[in-house]
């Protein structure tokens, strides 16, 4: 078995230290699922699996032969490069061999009678069958087109930043290495796409390392996580549910322990109040006692935090309405006399193919494009807040809560109290003593929090969201989502998000391009469910299967073993619901033993699905018996 060993690693950014002294391994066939805050250092931890970076120290331990792929988040590729170039371009022995084989290919047309170079190319076709690369050369252009990609002969810099991720995530994808690593594979990806990329990873032989923050992909995908929090690294069996199932056990028992800390925190608070007279080598232990007690404790209590919802400004009943509107660039037409009646309240999500207009349709109701023909009622009182693609002119060299005050010193929640930026700050996953840093300093993912929080402090009443999951980590999203349940204004979000899209909006616009746009009352999953319902062809039954049906079936007799069966069935189902009912007592009593509680709640899992074929059986039995 083929297995990659991650030993002590350690690694810091400038200042900051991502983890410290980590250690995993990833076996065949493992598919495992790295989730954390954005800025914990998921994709730095990629990089360094992939032998793209250095750790400060620890080893990366793999077998000789061991090869890795690796599809990073913003790829680097040739612009004057073809696709098909591109998707070729890699190190791996066979893109190599494919590169050969063709450059060989075109000599020989150039000098059909050269003898060497004919030799040449029939060893390269040997090699070519013995390693499959005829297929890899056919399963380059399917994945491709699969993915969205038809033109193999355009220039990557001709390409579109999703075009140029979608390239090399194919380019990934062909060389079928022991280990793909994939940072946020679905970013720009419309749910086709998605729906195919589940579906090729389920059917891949090696092993798998990803970062996502699609939790439903993660969810089909994974059958392992790993959590990255405070520089440490947590290990979980099972999928994106069977972590959130683990997780939650893990935090009450460590809010047992929590809860003892705030006592003895209440005990010192106490003390230090009072003043130690003497500095006594006791006394300095006490006191630095309760300056870790103190640091111990600041997550919680920024955790308590997480309930408070904004007000926002008062909406009149007028919001958004489009009159016979239309919007064309060139031959593409985006709207074709399209109305649309947006009303306080109303949760609309913006799905469709890539390219075919959602982002000109949430601009043209932000005012930022505007209308060929036809008219836009805004009402008086909408005050809009839109998160883009792209985040604004950031000054980076300006402190994080400087930025944010720039908007609002403090803002007002729902039940009249007042928030200051800090505990904003704090809300979304910004500790405390991270406030001050230059936001030159913070990753990727971090700016774009930053920004999504700085839009909300506006307290706006109408939120418009352009694929506001693409670089946000799943805490964010969870934090996020939370605010716009509780959220009273309109929320209208362009997103290829199904998680996301079925927790935030109850309708749809169906942005089908030529200016062909659908609406559907009900949530993405639902949708989708109707749309294969619709799409899967009716199958006419035979006269004779109908006439069968309308005969009156024979009661059939329970066999031998049916009645053995029956006989012993209710004291099975008994004994499983018995042991179930152990089992969630065992957990409970697990304390600290997270170990022990995964195995519990894994044999939890394989009881369940017993029970559920027992409960299956006990009812067919019990016709028969009827």
Known sequence: MKVISIENVTKTYGEKELFNDISFTIAEKERVGLIGVNGTGKSSLLKIVAGVDLPDSGEIVKPKEYSISYSEQEPDLDPNMT???????????????????????????NAPNDQAIQ???FELQKRMDSQNAWDASTNA???????????????????????KKRVALAQSLIQSPDLLILDEPTNHLDYESVKWLEEYLGRYQGALLLVTHDRYFLDRVTNRMFELEGGKLYSYKGNYAAFLEAKAIREENEAATIEKQQ????????WIRRGAKARTTKQKARIQRFDSLDNQLANVKAAEKLDMSLSGSRLGKQVFELKNASKSYG????????????KPGDRYGIIGKNGAGKSTLLNILAGKIPLDSGEINIGQTVKVAYYTQESEDMDENKRMIEYLKETAQ???????????????????????YTHGTPIRKLSGGEKRRLYLLKILMSEPNVLLLDEPTNN????????????????????ITVSHDRYFLDKVADQLIIVNGNGQIDSYYGNYTEYLETAAKAAAPVKEKPAQSVRQEREKPKKKKLSYNEQREWDGIEDKIAEAEGRLEEIAKEIAETGSDFE???????EETQLNEHLEHLIERWTYLSELVE
């Open 83 to 109: 696709v098909l170039e591109q998707v070729f371009a890699g190190e791996a022995p066979i893109l190599v061999l494919l590169r050969d084989y063709e450059r060989t290919l075109l000599q020989l047309n």
């Open 119 to 121: 030799e040449k190319l």
């Open 141 to 163: 252009k399917s994945i491709l087109t699969k993915l969205g990609i038809e033109d193999f002969d355009k220039k990557i810099g001709e390409l579109s930043g999703g075009q």
């Open 263 to 270: 006592n003895l925190y209440r005990r010192e608070l106490e």
């Open 331 to 342: 031959d593409q037409v985006i709207l074709d006399s399209y109305d649309l009646l947006v």
């Open 410 to 432: 403090v803002v007002e929640t729902s039940d009249g109290k007042t928030i200051s930026a800090a505990q904003m700050l704090e809300r979304f996953l910004f500790p405390s």
């Open 472 to 491: 946000l980590d799943t805490q964010t999203l969870t934090v996020l989502e939370d605010y716009l349940e509780d959220f009273a204004g309109v929320v």
């Open 596 to 602: 022990k509680a995964q195995k519990l709640m894994e």
